[in-house]
């Protein structure tokens, strides 16, 4: 199970952490990503990190703006977001490819999802 939290309305240019805390011990063996979705349009890749070694992976859009790390010892994924532009306004989701997969990047390649939490900047 994943939740995601810390979402919000925020002024552009303001900064936001993502939470998502991730439940079940099958997690330990998977990478874990963010997505996002605007209204009208495809849940898009924003981020991803695996589970065991310490290497990330961004959609260009989110390269020196946006920050994933987690806490392994809490079982938590962050994604730290910085100068947030009106664009940005989405759901933001957090997902889990199957157990020892390096494909991430699609919707299609997530296996368990979290509800999302919904981020507004206003400009």
């Known amino acids: 199970q994943l939740v995601e939290t810390g979402g919000g309305l925020i002024q552009a240019g303001g900064s936001l952490r993502l939470s998502c805390a991730a439940s079940?011990?099958?997690?330990?063996?998977?990478?874990m990503a963010w997505f996002r979705q605007a209204p009208g349009s495809e849940r898009e890749f924003v981020a991803a990190m695996r589970w065991s070694v310490s290497s990330t992976d961004y959609a260009d859009f989110a390269k020196g703006r946006f920050s994933i790390s987690r806490d392994n010892a809490k079982n938590t994924l962050f994604l730290q977001m910085d100068d947030l532009k009106p664009e940005d306004t989405a759901v933001y989701f957090c997902?889990?490819?199957?157990?020892?997969?390096?494909?991430?990047?699609?919707?299609?390649?997530?296996?368990?999802w979290g509800n999302g939490t919904l981020v507004v900047v206003s400009s």
């Open positions: 079940g011990a099958t997690f330990n063996s998977r990478a």
């Open positions: 997902g889990a490819p199957r157990p020892f997969s390096f494909a991430w990047r699609t919707a299609s390649d997530i296996d368990v």
